[in-house]
């Protein structure tokens, strides 16, 4: 993730926006307000989007952007100085913005290769173990399809068999800066991995960056062991099998997190495939912002034992320190309640029966997978439940225990009325008044919230993320191409002027580092040089590198004889103009039904606005039947 990007994905554009003095109301999935930068206050035209973390006025003023758009817009200042003033904000450094080298994305790439050479290896080494293949088989229940598909493999006994195979392909520091090699102490090397079943692990994009290791002999410790950290591993930054569950998560706008890497197969397998894990130590809240990119419904349907009432009953603070180690998957209620709230999400928890895990619970039958889930509890309930669990909630001792236990959670929910609302359950289930439970607490009554500060005097917590759009990666295709191949914006503008639509422009595209790469690149065109991409690279800010670096990296394979790319890219930019132009119809149309249910006078105007859209809509669609036609 880049600096630009995490910065977006710590900062919450409503926040943004409201502290600015607009009062945002929810308009179903949206949120509208009256403009900031114009003097109209009787039409709310201003409207944000939180998922995509944009903003667009419909009135006067007439532009959007996101958050960077937004704050240079407000102050009258450039991109670099709104990114620095952001970055402060999100407690992000911006020193990390740094040119990659060639030479470092080389080496990147060689350590890839060397990571997928031993997927192959052992994926070799495990069909030619019937024993340790038959454990899969029949222990596991996995299919040689749902094997294949994972990439599982075998790391066979010894301590040179990495070296010996590869003798001549690669060097041992190579095996070594990829974590396959460990250094002994008196010199020399040997494998980390020995007699373990070998689990790629793949970032969310599918590339390879490591492996986890399951042991075959269970006298062997530790039960799990992953690749060391590299610079392609960071395993509170990673989820294994998001790189599969992406799509499903997204369809199912919902995620569902079990504790073991075996477990997410199996329940692949039997056909939930919105299942990812952790990399078996405590949830990151890096890696529930991951998931909040495709969903904000979360469920944990974690292993009893380790992740419920055990760690509950030590106490809720205590459990965080106690399981915030290697080896187990830590279930921290109030870290996962202030998770929850920052990022917006819904956190609930599923209860696994009978002490089984999931792969077990989906061997026994797989529908009672999808009731489990569907069964999921909010954290509270889930607390509430797990340590009263077998008291006698007739002692008063108990009673004022399991109330000690569960107030400072209560009081850690976000809003007045999920706080009332607890309170009065737990006072239920207590059979106690709700006035003698507030002062049940050791240190008195329960205390309300403070008021919540401006997020940049909140430099200790991170924001919700900013979803990101589908429309960024075919931004970030489109501008690869073009700072590949400038020339071809100029054919570009032609076409669509045939088809009579404007030139492309920095409102094709919807992210300010986009646009104000665009703008150097129109430039650019502009200029009588023979290589207009050196000087696009030469003009681009400083700030913008690594997003050079990742249209580089994307087209990198890019056939620049292919007669078709040019027709490809057009083909492009018509479906962002039209997913746009279909985005403000559908907003403009909510907006004149909420007018007209206020009684307002601005209906007209909205129409208008639709109409022209509209318009814009059928002619992107005849440009597009052309462009289908002239391609057959």
Not at 49 to 58: D, H, K, L, N
Not at 345 to 351: E, G, I, K, N
Not at 574 to 603: C, K, S, Y
Request: hydrophobic share 40%; charged share 30%; aromatic share 6%.
């Amino acid at each position: 993730m880049s600096t630009i990007d995490e910065i977006k994905a710590k900062i919450d554009i409503v926040d943004l926006v409201s502290e600015a003095g607009v009062k945002l109301r929810k308009a179903g999935r949206n949120m509208t307000g009256f403009c900031p930068f114009h003097d109209n206050k009787h039409t709310p035209a201003f409207v944000v989007w939180p998922e995509t973390g944009t903003w667009r006025c419909f009135g006067q003023c007439n532009e959007g952007g996101d958050i960077f758009k937004f704050v240079m817009k407000r102050e009258g200042i450039d991109f670099k100085e709104a990114l620095q003033k952001l970055a402060v904000r999100a407690g992000v450094e911006v020193q990390q913005i740094q040119r990659e080298t060639p030479q470092q994305r080389e080496a990147y790439d060689h350590l890839r290769a060397l990571l997928e050479d031993m997927v192959v290896y052992y994926r070799s080494q495990l069909f030619a173990n019937a024993e340790v293949l038959d454990y899969l088989h029949q222990k596991r229940g996995l299919n040689d399809a749902t094997i294949e598909a994972f990439g599982l493999g075998y790391a066979p006994p010894g301590y040179d068999n990495l070296l010996k195979h590869f003798e001549g392909k690669y060097l041992p520091q190579d095996f070594v800066d990829a974590g396959m090699l460990s250094e002994r102490d008196s010199g020399g090397h040997f494998d980390r991995f020995r007699n373990r079943i070998m689990i790629p692990i793949r970032d969310e994009n599918g590339k390879m960056v490591g492996f986890g290791a399951r042991i075959v002999d269970p006298d062997d410790i530790p039960k799990f062991l992953n690749s060391p950290e590299t610079v392609l591993f960071t395993k509170g930054h990673l989820l294994y099998g998001m790189d599969r569950a992406r799509k499903p998560i997204r369809a199912a706008d919902q995620a569902v997190i079990v504790e073991g890497y075996l477990d997410v197969i199996a329940l692949h397998q039997a056909g939930y495939e919105n299942v990812v894990s952790p990399m078996g130590t405590a949830l990151t809240e890096d890696q529930l912002r991951l998931i909040k990119r495709y969903t904000r419904r979360i469920v944990l349907a974690l292993d009893p034992d380790a992740a419920g009432q055990k760690a509950i009953l030590r106490g809720l603070e205590a459990a965080r320190s106690a399981m915030d180690k290697e080896g187990e998957l830590a279930f921290d209620a109030r870290g996962l309640l202030r998770n929850e709230a920052r990022l917006q999400a819904d956190l609930r928890v599923a209860s696994l029966p009978d002490e089984l895990d999931p792969d077990e619970i989906v061997a026994r039958n797989k529908e009672e997978w999808a009731q489990i889930i569907a069964d999921a509890k909010p954290i509270v309930t889930h607390v509430m439940e797990a340590i009263s669990a077998g008291q006698d909630l007739n002692d008063p001792k108990v009673k004022n225990q399991i109330a000690a236990q569960v107030l400072p959670l209560i009081d850690d929910l976000g809003t007045p009325l999920e706080r009332d609302t607890y309170r009065q359950a737990l006072a239920r289930m207590l059979r106690v008044n709700e006035s003698a439970l507030m002062a049940a607490q050791p240190s008195g009554p329960v205390m309300r919230r403070k008021p919540r500060m401006p997020r940049s005097s909140r430099s200790e917590e991170a924001p919700a993320v900013a979803a990101v759009h589908p429309r960024k990666k075919i931004e970030n295709y489109c501008l690869g191409i073009l700072l590949r191949k400038p020339e071809l914006l100029y054919r570009i503008d032609r076409r669509l002027e045939e088809f009579g639509l404007s030139p492309l422009a920095v409102e094709d595209f919807e992210y300010t580092d986009h646009q104000i790469f665009f703008n150097v690149l129109r430039m650019a065109m502009g200029q009588d040089e023979k290589d207009h991409g050196h000087y696009v690279l030469s003009q681009v800010p400083e700030d913008l590198t690594p997003l050079i670096n990742e249209l580089m990296s994307q087209t990198e394979k890019l056939d620049p004889l292919n007669d078709r790319l040019l027709e490809d890219l057009l083909a492009r930019f018509l479906d962002l103009r039209r997913t746009h132009a279909m985005t403000n119809v559908n907003q403009l149309r909510f907006m004149q039904e909420d007018e007209q249910e206020q009684g307002g006078g601005n209906i007209k105007m909205y129409q208008e606005q639709a109409i022209q859209f509209t318009r814009l809509l059928r002619g992107l669609d005849q440009a597009k039947l052309k462009l289908s036609k002239r391609q057959a």
